[in-house]
């Protein structure tokens, strides 16, 4: 199993541009979830999914969409990059998003906003 | 969801044991206590979770008193390679985990 995949490690865009963060399981999780970790600090929830369909925000939604149409991917939408949005992105995964289910995360993507 | 304090770093040197104290004082009855490593550049990584007395695998132990108010995440003997962000997470409201600032955990040589 790969586990969970990000895609791209590095990513450095121009104020008001949009991209997508791509994350994916081959675990065959219903729980998937983004999180944002900037310097020095613990991991704040941006959103979440119970499974394919159903998503939910998280603690920082705002500036940032997520879809959820198949139960291996979970793209976060990045829709006009400020540079508050500069930041490392991790994606997890669980088996249904329980406290006891271990949370399984991405390699993350570092992401800069001029 | 419970609120969690721990230490904002520790220092220790190889061979040691190094005991990681977080203190929930509002843990919920059905709350489990988890504890997730975070090396330099990667995600977070579970290392152990327990509800109550101790638990015990490869990488760690997990204390839990009696009244369950606190924890101690015990590494055994760390190496260099130990060195990371030490996270301690109390239940979780609706799906959503929280992650607070951690203990930093510097070993040297």
């Known amino acids: 199993n790969a586990g969970v995949t990000q895609t791209p490690k590095f990513q450095v865009l121009k104020t008001g541009q949009s991209m997508t963060l791509q994350c994916a399981q081959d675990?065959?999780?219903?729980?998937m979830s983004w999180y944002r970790q900037d310097p020095g600090m613990g991991l704040r929830l941006i959103h979440y999914s119970v499974g394919a369909g159903i998503t939910d925000q998280g603690e920082v939604p705002n500036g940032y969409n997520v879809s959820r149409s198949t139960t291996e991917d979970f793209p976060l939408r990045l829709l006009s990059a400020a540079p508050s949005q500069t930041s490392v992105y991790f994606c997890?995964?669980?088996?249904?998003?329980?406290?006891?289910?271990?949370?399984?995360f991405g390699p993350g993507t570092r992401l800069t906003v001029l | 969801l419970a609120k969690t304090t721990q230490p904002i770093s520790m220092d220790s040197y190889e061979g040691q044991e190094v005991n990681i104290t977080c203190s929930h004082n509002n843990i919920a009855t059905n709350d489990y206590i988890t504890w997730y490593q975070q090396f330099p550049s990667q995600g977070p990584r579970f290392i152990i979770q327990g509800y109550k007395t101790k638990v015990t695998n490869e990488v760690a132990s997990l204390f839990i008193p009696a009244d369950r108010k606190s924890s101690t995440l015990s590494l055994p003997r760390v190496s260099l390679s130990d060195t990371a962000v030490y996270y301690c997470?109390?239940?979780?409201?609706?799906?959503?985990?929280?992650f607070g600032a951690g203990t930093t955990v510097t070993v040297r040589a």
């Open positions: 997890a995964s669980s088996l249904q998003g329980a406290e006891t289910d271990t949370q399984y």
């Open positions: 997470l109390v239940g979780s409201n609706d799906y959503k985990l929280s």
């Open positions: 675990m065959n999780h219903e729980y």
